[in-house]
């Protein structure tokens, strides 16, 4: 399999899929929906779609149902973007290799950009699946997006900021919750999409766990170690703010053997399940090894 060139199908399916599925920039009001395309459309990894479409993939779907989903959990992943660079929060100036949302717009616009990104998520949900499966798909986008787990992972880690230690349970609730949560959504929606069995739902949750770690992790270390211009965001926050990283309770080079290990864990996950894992391997592979 040429990994590069099927990563890059999976992009440009997304990246049409964006543009399609959500409302052109010149709907009224126009500067709302310039917006919420401008943060959508500076880019980013599409780590998380293109896992929904590969996990479809993966339970034999060969069409382009995935897709809306897809889109939708992108849109949810955008939001929370635009809303962390806020003022309120990290007021941040950089993004995706782009002004932030508020420093482009101003604070209501982006504000609002953010909110109707979320909202137009579960409206694409609701509208591109029968019944049955788009109830299965708001009930686990909605449960990783919410209080208990994106959300509530933003709060403690906004509350872990305001203490001079994070304690190591603290910073497993923050990344468990603010960023392995989407990408466990992203492979138990495409699995609901493929009509994947319960116990293999169960996989995936797990696969998604381990993976969302080992992102984590790898974004910590790169915080640490990479720069600005390749990041495309703030490099050396975490250090500045004097935050509880992996690197911080750990170093790098323990950090990097615990990346592997969750990496290692995601491959032992995918093992369990049926089909051909190769791309969802190699796609883990190359999250730890990413550069941004
Ligand atoms: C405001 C509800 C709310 C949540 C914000 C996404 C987020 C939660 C905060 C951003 C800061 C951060 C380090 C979050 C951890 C998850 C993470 C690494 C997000 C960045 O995701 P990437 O690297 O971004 O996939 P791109 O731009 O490539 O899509």
């Known amino acids: 399999m040429d990994f590069a060139a099927e990563l890059k199908r999976q992009v440009t399916r997304i990246d ?26 500076a880019g980013g990894k599409r780590l998380r779609p293109v896992l929904v ?6 339970f034999g779907v060969e069409d382009d149902s995935a897709l809306a989903a897809a889109v939708a959990i992108e849109c949810i992943h955008t939001y929370s973007l635009i ?11 950089l993004r995706r290799g782009r002004p932030t949302a508020h420093r482009q717009f101003d604070e209501a616009t982006a504000l609002l950009a953010g909110d109707a990104l979320l909202t137009h998520a579960f409206a694409l949900l609701a509208g591109n699946y029968p019944d049955n499966l788009a109830g299965a798909l708001v009930r686990e986008l909605a449960a990783a997006a919410g209080s208990r787990r994106l959300i509530g992972g933003q709060m403690e880690d906004l509350l872990a900021e305001k203490k001079s230690d994070a304690t190591g349970d603290e910073l497993e609730f923050i990344h ?24 293999a739902i169960g996989t995936l949750r797990r696969a ?18 990479a720069d600005t211009a390749t990041l495309g965001k703030t490099a050396g926050k975490d250090a500045k703010a004097g935050k509880t990283t992996y690197v911080r309770l750990h170093g790098i080079d323990a950090s990097q053997r615990l990346a592997q290990a969750q990496t290692e864990a995601v491959f032992a996950a ?4 049926p089909g051909d894992t190769t791309f969802l391997d190699r796609f883990a592979d190359a999250l730890i090894h990413r550069q941004k």
């Open 16 to 41: 049409r899929g964006l543009d399609q599925l959500v409302p052109p920039a010149a709907t009224r009001p126009a500067r709302l929906h310039t917006a919420m395309r401008y943060s959508l459309e």
């Open 53 to 58: 479409l590969a996990t479809a993939e993966l």
């Open 83 to 93: 809303h962390d660079d806020l003022p309120c929060m990290d007021n941040d100036d």
């Open 176 to 199: 468990l919750n603010k960023t392995a949560a989407m990408i466990e959504a992203a492979l138990v929606m495409g699995g609901l999409i493929g009509g994947a069995n319960e116990d």
């Open 208 to 225: 998604g766990r381990h993976l969302g770690l080992a992102f984590q992790i790898v974004d910590d270390i790169l915080d640490a170690t």
């Open 270 to 273: 995918l093992r369990a399940l």
